[in-house]
């Protein structure tokens, strides 16, 4: 494992361990899973989506670990949103807005309780999710604003900016950055911290991974990534830093945990935000897990949760 730190308990890691014959059997169990999860994600059409819609919803209520959660529903002005608290005693000081992946043109509820119930597991934290509105129906900046709206709701609450965390995977992990771009634009305070996992950081597809890494992805396609962009997009400038944050100013960011896998496509969105971060002075901890998938921590696998309970040692460190 090599390591580098930026500053004190920020920086680089490759975590990397020998499997067991048992984990590795486990890992090949779960092969036809992420095939048909490759499937969907291959599709482009108007059937396609609405069976990618269908098996995350699907995913959500078979996947979701909520023993000893509690799953609370409400609408906030009329977006459907939810709390997940942990059943266990537990400080309310401070609490998670959970950003949705999807490629923007799918996920829910039942999708992101996924990992939102693993990150209330691991800190103790009251997790806020909520449904941004989806391309193709819906464009950019509307997924901007549904992200703006949920996080004004906190503030609404009574909680401060210091005493919240973003967090978000792949198309959310992008909203989460975005989110604290508007924020600075708008003068406003930022969050305590961010935590994204495998963001889609650069919708122009500049990185090289996308490229060396599209025969060894299990999960994503790029011909999925050119029309989600196209659907979300509509035209607009790829390089505004709302649109692709990597290409924003990172100055005065808050810290940011950064993990991804090794075999993504998605994996140069991290390695080159990770740079721009400590460029900026931005305490920043990039983790890339060897021979790991995009968004692994979905799965039920011993990396998965060792990932997690990094992202919670992470925040209750800080």
């Not at 449904?131 to 703006?148: G, K, M």
């Not at 003068?187 to 889609?200: E, F, Q, Y």
């Not at 994503?220 to 790829?238: E, K, Q, W």
């Amino acid at each position: 494992m090599s390591s580098r730190w930026f500053p004190e308990g920020f920086g680089f890691k490759v975590l990397q361990d020998k499997a067991t014959d048992k984990e590795q059997m486990g890992e090949k169990k779960l092969q036809p899973i992420m095939a048909a999860l490759r499937n969907v994600h291959s599709a482009i059409d108007d059937m396609g989506l609405e069976r990618q819609r269908q098996a995350q919803r699907l995913l959500g209520k078979l996947v979701s670990p909520m023993l000893g959660m509690q799953y609370q529903p409400f609408d906030i002005d009329g977006m459907p949103a939810a709390w997940i608290r942990p059943e266990r005693g537990h400080s309310r000081k401070n609490a998670i807005l959970y950003c949705h992946g999807g490629g923007f043109l799918s996920g829910g509820l039942s999708y992101a309780r996924i990992l939102a119930s693993k990150l209330a597991s691991a800190t103790g934290f009251d997790v806020l999710l909520f449904e941004y509105r989806l391309a193709p129906e819906f464009s950019f900046p509307t997924q901007l604003e549904d992200v703006l709206r949920a996080w004004d709701h906190l503030m609404y609450l009574g909680y401060g900016a210091g005493r919240v965390v973003v967090a978000g995977e792949s198309a959310g992990g992008n909203l989460t950055l975005a989110l604290t771009h508007k924020l600075r634009q708008q003068g406003r305070k930022l969050p305590r911290a961010l935590i994204c996992m495998s963001p889609w950081t650069d919708l122009t597809g500049s990185g090289e991974s996308r490229k060396e890494r599209a025969e060894i992805d299990p999960m994503l396609t790029n011909d999925y990534l050119a029309s989600a962009v196209r659907a979300y997009t509509r035209g607009h400038d790829l390089k505004d830093p709302l649109v692709s944050p990597l290409f924003g100013d990172f100055t005065g960011f808050p810290p940011v945990f950064l993990q991804v896998g090794e075999n993504e496509i998605l994996y140069s969105d991290s390695i080159l935000l990770h740079e721009r971060l400590l460029q900026a002075q931005v305490p920043c901890r990039l983790e890339v897990w060897e021979g790991m998938w995009h968004l692994f921590q979905m799965f039920p696998i011993k990396k998965a949760g060792e990932a997690v309970s990094s992202i919670g040692r992470f925040l209750l460190d800080l």
